[in-house]
């Protein structure tokens, strides 16, 4: 460590505090009371993203506090831009005087990967207050820490617009469905109306294997959890596996090519993407509904997209009475009114997903360099290596 680091624990240099999650009943996608933040799956980049509000909040974090996972997945971070309710899936790290908040913001980032590992329990991976209150911090005079700091901000500025190239191709497939079908709710074309019950073959979600978390390993089938299914697409790079044995156990929740899953409960409700592999090669749990279109009636890609359209989301989240729960039941799944092109307008867009995709891969791959670039930088910022 260089010379003027000095080793505190953050509870010395910071104040923590922990969520807490009101009653179900304040909660609301109309925008009244508080944005309530719930976990990892309401952060962004920097700033969380508001999905649903709270107008009887319990616990309320300010701006500029950090927020930190506390649960599984636990230890992202992101840094609070309004005053808002936080649940408890979340803490608050507010900075006290002679402390840089970007500057502690970073260090909890380059720390990540180690936190992560003391995240602990059966059924969801937890980190207490008192284990973030006593961690260590090298922490330098306040203008050093504001130096690192804004050394960080800049490279993480490269990162963002990398990210914000990415969204753009994104928006692009979302654009062409709308030229191609028009409006999810609005239907400017007149296209058939129909449920997802009417054109599927099988809605289900998956199953928890017995004993949880215990059965996870490195490798082996993939177990696919709700964090995995963003919008339109699937992230694997933390997923789960379970053995060949554990799979065999559970073949009910087996997901076949072209299967469209949707996350049916928590603070990720809504999110949906389809499934490219071998039949019978992953699994889901509970948190997860699987939808297997039937191929003579709906392609997984157009289900997919029209399921994910702001504006389809804003009203099955709103419409919904299980919502104000966050979770959907399978009843409510097949009901889902959906307007149906004739198939083979639908196959026409499914040839544009796969080349975006494949952009998107390449765009992802660049992605993932800057980031494995900005790691080390990072790690060398609190070894003293960036500045005088």
Not at 74 to 103: F, H, Q, W
Not at 195 to 219: A, C, F, Q
Request: proline share 6%.
């Amino acid at each position: 460590m260089k010379k003027g680091f000095e080793i505190r624990t953050l509870g010395e240099v910071c104040e923590v505090f922990a969520g807490q999650s009101p009653p179900s009943s304040p909660y609301n996608f109309d925008g009244r009371g508080l944005p309530f933040f719930q976990g990892k799956a309401d952060f962004g980049m920097l700033y969380p993203r508001t999905r649903v509000w709270c107008d009887a909040p319990t616990k309320i974090a300010q701006p500029n506090d950090i927020l930190i996972s506390v649960r599984a997945p636990v230890v992202p971070t992101n840094l609070c831009s309004t005053e808002a309710s936080i649940g408890r899936g979340l803490s608050a790290i507010r900075a006290k005087n002679g402390t840089d908040v970007m500057y502690v913001l970073y260090y909890l980032r380059a720390i990540e990967p180690q936190l992560s590992t003391q995240g602990r329990g059966l059924t969801f991976s937890t980190i207490t207050q008192s284990e973030i209150r006593n961690l260590n911090i090298p922490l330098p005079p306040l203008p050093i820490q504001k130096q690192i700091a804004a050394i960080l901000e800049k490279a993480d500025a490269a990162r963002e617009k990398r990210r914000q190239a990415n969204q753009l191709t994104e928006q692009f497939l979302q654009s062409a469905f709308l030229e191609m079908f028009g409006e999810s709710v609005t239907n400017p074309k007149g296209w058939k109306k129909t449920s997802i019950g009417d054109i599927s073959s099988h809605v289900s979600s998956g199953s928890t294997p017995l004993g949880g978390e215990s059965t996870y390993l490195p490798t082996g089938m993939p177990f696919i959890r709700s964090q995995n299914v963003q919008m339109n697409r699937l992230d694997l790079s933390d997923v789960a596996h379970i053995s060949q044995e554990v799979h065999n156990g559970m073949k009910r929740t087996w997901v076949k090519n072209g299967d469209v899953l949707l996350n049916i409960t928590g603070a990720s409700i809504g999110r949906v993407a389809f499934f490219k592999g071998l039949d019978d090669s992953a699994n889901v749990n509970q948190h997860v509904c699987i939808i297997r279109p039937m191929k003579s009636r709906a392609t997984p890609a157009y289900i997919s997209f029209f399921i994910s359209m702001p504006s389809y989301q804003s009203v099955i989240l709103s419409r919904n009475s299980g919502a104000t729960r966050q979770a959907f039941n399978f009843e409510q799944v097949r009901a889902f009114q959906i307007h149906l092109p004739p198939l083979p307008e639908q196959q026409k867009f499914a040839p544009l997903v796969e080349k975006v995709e494949e952009l998107r891969g390449k765009q992802r791959e660049s992605e993932r360099e800057l980031e494995n670039l900005f790691q080390s930088l990072m790690q060398r910022a609190f070894r003293g290596e960036l500045v005088q």
